[in-house]
């Protein structure tokens, strides 16, 4: 059992939401309430949509009537589940990509590799999604006969917009998994167990994933994070979740519109509402801030815990063995050469 | 010298992935992998010969170099005041945290957890409407909310927004950092030998932690140059982004941030060679 109130905290947070969003869907049919003009008692005119956020609608409704909150409700589910999914597979197919990088290459040429990786520092994840997947999401106008349409089916554009969300970091987050595999391999309890026999496949399985696995759950956590702002940024430039759906209506064309109420398509409809209700507009993005908060307060939570347990073992290990106390002084030769010469600098 | 082959591989490895990439456009479009590598090879040839390069501004012909340098470098002003700025700010609170008791420094580091959630959307709203905010209620405008035309230039309202949550990032990776170090054999045996806090912890914890926070400095970079794209469409900015998004062609998005990654990358490689050189990593290899 993770014992960390910050990782409960979180983790209830986004499982709340998206056990109600779900509830929302399954018993109420997502059904989003739609009041256009609120009378009093006496049957009297006292309010017109958009209402700013009230006790009656907690995040305000837009032009059309529409509860925001009900609209996020809704929308939660989908945009959840694509953060976490893509966030998963991230990791995954950087795991995969890192395996061979960190057991069968040799020290120098990974740490060439790593270098070239790095390159990709430099490559900007948001302009580069935003290029490519506007001819994907946005719906096109083909002109003799004024028909709207998209170039990919629907589970088509899902499956691109996951694609490349999550292959254009492989190879940052690979090199960065590889290393995390290497510093393992360099332990010396992996030396005992190749001295005493252990073929590749035991000393991954047994020895090094044990150590891995806990830091491959925070970086999925941290993944989550950064799928999270890219979606944010993708709805400002009204790139939605699975396709944005454009009016051509030449006269008094609608603005684009998300089909699905997912959170990213609600901040590039209310985005520019910012001056004049800013409470409308900023309910969306305040949504993205808290599952935010809760996918960094799991990541930290864990950690804590994590570090927390391996500073019992380390107590344990110095109360039994002498060994222990070999190694760290030959671990510390480095800072050791380091106090020498705050020596010679304070002389 | 090995260090100069080095760069030059890695810039041309970072050159070569973005005009890749800026071909997948036009390979998801039309699903023909021959017109992909066609397009590569056009891209390849605009870049090379960037002098001239032609666009299109108000349908009439112009050459690019002509036209960038201005916005180019008031981008790049941008950028580098904001990363310097939210560094700069970020090392002095640091070393100014690292000397209260530790209840607080526990209290700043979960306040910090918060602020660091903030998308980066709510920042600049924020930023707008307060500065709307104040100027409703005190008539005085700190500054412009947005830049009209190619000429006007407003510098603080930008910088601001774009430092803010890089300044967040720095702090809360720095405590984290320096006091992991503070808790190392030689702090204690320098203090136990008398010399104040603040000396071990400007002059040698610092220089133990700069490798680390450089390279993270990097992906801070990273998401600022996608920030910048949204400070500059959302202030309405004539920088480079503005020729990024508006022209939309490959040969324009492969221009733009081969031009924009440059001098990032060469900064980046003189840091790496003045703390290679004066640390402690540097002294053993």
């Known amino acids: 059992m993770i014992r960390s109130y910050k990782f409960w905290i979180g983790f209830s947070m986004i ?10 869907s399954v018993l109420f049919d ?9 009378y009093d008692d006496h049957m009297e005119m006292i309010g017109a949509a958009p209402f700013q956020p009230s006790l009656m609608f907690p995040m305000g409704t837009d032009a059309l009537g529409y509860d925001i909150a009900m609209k996020v409700l809704q929308g939660a589910k989908y945009t959840l589940f694509s953060v976490i999914l893509i966030g998963f597979l991230r990791v995954l197919v950087s795991f995969m990509f890192a395996i061979p990088l960190a057991i069968y290459m040799p020290e120098k040429i990974r740490g060439n590799l790593e270098q070239l990786l790095s390159a990709f520092y430099f490559v900007p994840l948001t302009i580069v999604s935003v290029f490519i997947l506007t001819p994907v ?6 002109m003799p006969g004024w028909e709207e349409y998209f170039i990919f089916p629907y589970y088509a554009r899902v499956g691109i917009e996951i694609f490349v969300l999550t292959i254009l970091v492989v190879p940052l987050l690979g090199s960065m998994i590889g290393n995390i595999i290497a510093s393992s391999l360099k332990e010396d309890f992996i030396k005992g167990a190749l001295v005493l026999g252990a073929s590749r496949w035991r000393i991954f399985s047994k020895h090094v994933m044990p150590h891995v696995w806990p830091k491959l759950v925070i970086v999925f956590f941290q993944q989550c994070v950064q799928v999270l702002i890219i979606f944010i940024h993708l709805g400002y430039f009204k790139l939605f979740f699975g396709g944005t759906d454009v ?16 959170w990213s398509g609600l901040i590039g409809d209310y985005y520019n509402l910012i001056h004049i209700n800013p409470g409308i507009a900023l309910g969306p993005i305040i949504m993205f801030g808290v599952a935010i908060y809760s996918f960094q307060l799991m990541a930290e939570g864990l950690l804590q815990y994590l570090d927390s347990r391996n500073v019992n073992v380390k107590r344990n290990k110095k109360k039994n063995k002498l060994s222990s106390v070999l190694q760290e002084k030959s671990v510390s030769i480095g800072k050791f050469e380091f106090t020498e010469r705050v020596k010679s600098e304070v002389k | 010298m090995r260090i100069i082959k080095k760069l030059v591989l890695q810039l041309l490895l970072t050159m070569i992935s973005i005009i890749l990439i800026s071909g997948l456009p036009g390979l998801i479009m039309n699903k023909d992998v021959s017109a992909y590598v066609d397009k590569i090879a056009a891209v390849s040839l605009e870049v090379l010969r960037l002098d001239k390069m032609i666009y299109f501004n108000q349908g009439s012909e112009r050459l690019f170099l002509e036209d960038i340098w201005g916005p180019y470098f008031y981008s790049l002003s941008i950028l580098f005041g904001a990363l310097c700025i939210a560094f700069c700010s970020a090392q002095i609170l640091t070393w100014g945290t690292l000397l209260l008791p530790i209840f607080i420094r526990r209290i700043i580091k979960n306040v910090l957890t918060f602020l660091e959630s903030m998308p980066d959307l709510l920042v600049f709203a924020l930023v707008q409407m307060g500065i709307v905010l104040i100027y409703k209620k005190t008539g005085l405008l700190v500054s412009n909310v947005a830049a009209l035309g190619a000429e006007s230039r407003i510098y603080l309202v930008p910088i601001a927004c774009l430092m803010i949550l890089p300044f967040v990032y720095f702090y809360k990776m720095m405590i984290l950092m320096t006091e992991e170090e503070m808790s190392k054999q030689y702090v204690e045996t320098s203090l136990a030998k008398g010399m104040r806090r603040l000396y071990v912890l400007v002059v040698h914890v610092t220089r133990n932690t700069s490798e680390g926070i450089f390279h993270f400095s990097k992906s801070v970079l990273w998401f600022m140059i996608s920030n910048l794209l949204l400070v500059e469409i959302i202030f309405n900015i004539h920088g480079i982004t503005h020729y990024m998004y508006h022209d939309f062609r490959p040969e324009m998005l492969a221009a733009c941030l081969i031009l924009l990654v440059i001098p990032f990358f060469l900064v980046y490689a003189a840091m790496e060679w003045i703390i290679m050189r004066f640390t402690v990593r540097g002294r053993t290899l």
């Open chain 1, 15 to 24: 499982f709340g939401l998206i056990l109600s969003s779900l509830i929302f």
């Open chain 1, 30 to 38: 997502s059904h989003v309430r739609q009041v256009q003009i609120l």
């Open chain 1, 247 to 262: 009016d051509y209506n030449p006269l008094i064309p609608d603005p684009p519109v998300s089909t699905t109420n997912e």
């Open chain 1, 137 to 142: 999401l946005w719906e096109q106008l083909r």
